[in-house]
């Protein structure tokens, strides 16, 4: 059968043999994706333990993009393959299907119209310690929330409210195991998060042998569980559309007890690789994604694996999605050509400031510069005793994790916050909806309207162009465009005195607990003093040039 009769534009489908192509359009809007359903007989053997269905995208630009397809199906009677339209234009599409005796090729061709999605997000080029959004080229202010376990709720309405709120706070990002923590309940994280029949812990990519048991679910890793893949994917595209990315987390703490599905005998061998590239092959042409190859990878692996995962994923990713790893303790970073950011994890004070200045300095001099992000510095009124907290306030209240988040933020770094769990604040109060662990929330729950007025303050005028200025021993923290914008950050309140480049520039003032803008005069070049303000209370200025 020669190429041209295998061009399919104005019928629905196509039937090779045993074999059928439905392709879901041949129009779509940029930033979204092209879908070919492929029907075949049953498979006598398990359809999981091979790629059936490749393909390859050639976009406007000429580019060939090698694709994967899935099995969609316990039989193997389902595949799918999706090839997402990252700008406007023409493209252009070929399949190969082989499973057992049957064998299939399909073209076909679709056009991108205009939109004005989103799509991806990006490492900004001209400016690498942030992002963008690559669909409309937006600046993307990274303000993210640990919602770990989203996927143990049973309702998926109730993950799109979770998702919905996020949006309505500013939070644009939600990091998201696929496997859910081998626990019968959170106390081990000294919180009253227990299963429900809304809520389990027992969750995973796997068909699971003993369904029931969260210790030893007895995972069968040669296969998938589709219906679950369904379900995840009906959060990727409630998060799609509220401009949310969902951080897929490949492993969530992996060296508990029957929680590493591989074992480090076979940490390496094809169960692991297919997992990696099954989720690359069926979440990949969603904009709403990013990856994290796993979550405290120095618990159950070692920096080796996590640098040949990483690079593994890259190469079979066609659109480069963001790809990280979140652990305590630094990745080597600056050995690794892979990763489009540093994900950290440096509790409290220590990894505010002073921390994450350090760590950006020391990036731009690797002459490799990308964004730095705290991911996890502590959670609202999360006390573990035995990890070295304590029970008296403030500690890690809803204030002082706002203000961490803009100290991190004045260090020209970005950071991911989480909600409190436990209402009480001392581990024995009654079940909540379960805050950082599962993305569940309530009334009492504010945290985020502050972490939602640092964003819009930072909206309003081009962030992206600032620097941090290190000024040691100072109370002021000072991000600068020199002669053209200024941003100065008391955290406890007072005085101090920046200098300025000359010139004229108008100064406002900003409460970051309430919002409210205030003009606060004039300021010439040189040395100038910030007005006095009330001792303990944060406040922020924005200098910007006078005409």
Not at 241 to 254: C, M, R, T
Not at 260 to 279: E, H, I, L, S, T
Not at 460 to 481: C, K, N, S
Request: with cysteine; glycine share 10%; charged share 25%.
């Amino acid at each position: 059968m020669t190429r041209s009769l295998l061009l399919v534009l104005t019928i629905p489908c196509l039937t090779l043999g045993a074999v059928r192509f439905e392709p879901s359009s041949n129009a779509v809007e940029a930033q979204e994706f092209v879908e070919i359903v492929v029907h075949s007989a049953k498979s006598a053997q398990n359809p999981f333990q091979r790629f059936a269905l490749r393909g390859t995208l050639r976009t406007p630009d000429a580019a060939a993009l090698s694709v994967d397809g899935f099995c969609d199906s316990p039989d193997g009677s389902l595949h799918r393959i999706r090839f997402l339209a990252v700008k406007p234009g023409s493209y252009s599409y070929d399949l190969q299907f082989e499973q057992g005796t049957e064998k299939a090729i399909y073209s076909g061709t679709f056009t991108a119209k205009p939109s004005r999605r989103k799509g991806l997000v990006a490492v900004d080029r001209e400016n690498p310690f942030h992002f963008v959004w690559s669909g409309t080229g937006e600046h993307y202010f990274w303000n993210g929330l640990t919602t770990y376990a989203l996927l143990g709720w049973k309702d998926d309405n109730y993950i799109g409210e979770i998702i919905q709120r996020a949006a309505r706070l500013k939070i644009n990002r939600l990091r998201m195991t696929l496997i859910g923590p081998r626990v019968a309940d959170a106390s081990r994280w000294y919180e009253p998060v227990r299963p429900s029949d809304q809520f389990q812990f027992l969750f995973g990519p796997w068909p699971a042998g003993e369904p029931g048991n969260v210790h030893a679910p007895k995972w069968d890793v040669s296969r998938f569980d589709t219906a679950y893949f369904r379900k995840v994917e009906k959060a990727l595209l409630k998060a799609r559309e509220a401009n949310v990315v969902i951080s897929v987390v490949f492993f969530l703490d992996g060296e508990d007890e029957g929680a590493d599905p591989f074992g480090k005998a076979a940490m390496f061998g094809d169960d692991a690789r297919r997992y990696y590239r099954y989720v690359n092959a069926r979440f990949g042409a969603y904009t709403s994604v990013s990856w994290d190859v796993t979550n405290e990878w120095h618990l159950f692996r070692n920096a080796w694996w996590v640098e040949q995962f990483g690079s593994y994923l890259k190469s079979i990713d066609p659109y480069h999605h963001l790809l990280s790893t979140h652990g305590r303790g630094d990745f080597p970073w600056s050995l690794s050509q892979w990763p489009d950011m540093a994900l950290y994890q440096i509790w409290d004070e220590s990894g505010g400031y002073e921390a994450m200045l350090k760590r950006r300095q020391a990036q731009l001099a690797t002459g490799h510069p990308f964004p730095q992000i705290n991911e996890e510095y502590g959670y609202e009124d999360h006390y573990p005793v035995k990890w070295g907290g304590n029970r008296r306030p403030p500690a890690r209240s809803a204030d002082n994790r706002r203000r961490l988040a803009w100290e991190i933020t004045m260090a020209g770094c970005y950071q991911t916050t989480g909600e409190k769990a436990n209402r009480n604040g001392d581990g024995q109060g009654p079940p909540t909806p379960g805050g950082w662990i599962n993305g569940g929330f309530d009334d009492s729950m504010h945290m985020l309207e502050g972490y939602r007025r640092m964003v819009e303050f930072f909206e309003a005028f081009p962030y992206w162009r600032l620097q941090p200025v290190q000024r040691d021993g100072a109370p002021a923290r000072l991000l600068a465009e020199p002669g053209v914008r200024y941003v100065v950050y008391l955290p406890e309140g007072g005085k101090d005195r920046v200098v300025l480049a000359a010139g004229r520039y108008r100064v406002r003032s900003y409460d970051p607990r309430s919002g409210e803008w205030k003009d606060a005069g004039i300021a010439g070049g040189g040395d100038w003093a910030t007005p006095e303000s009330v001792a303990g209370g944060d406040v922020v200025y924005l200098l910007g040039k006078s005409e």
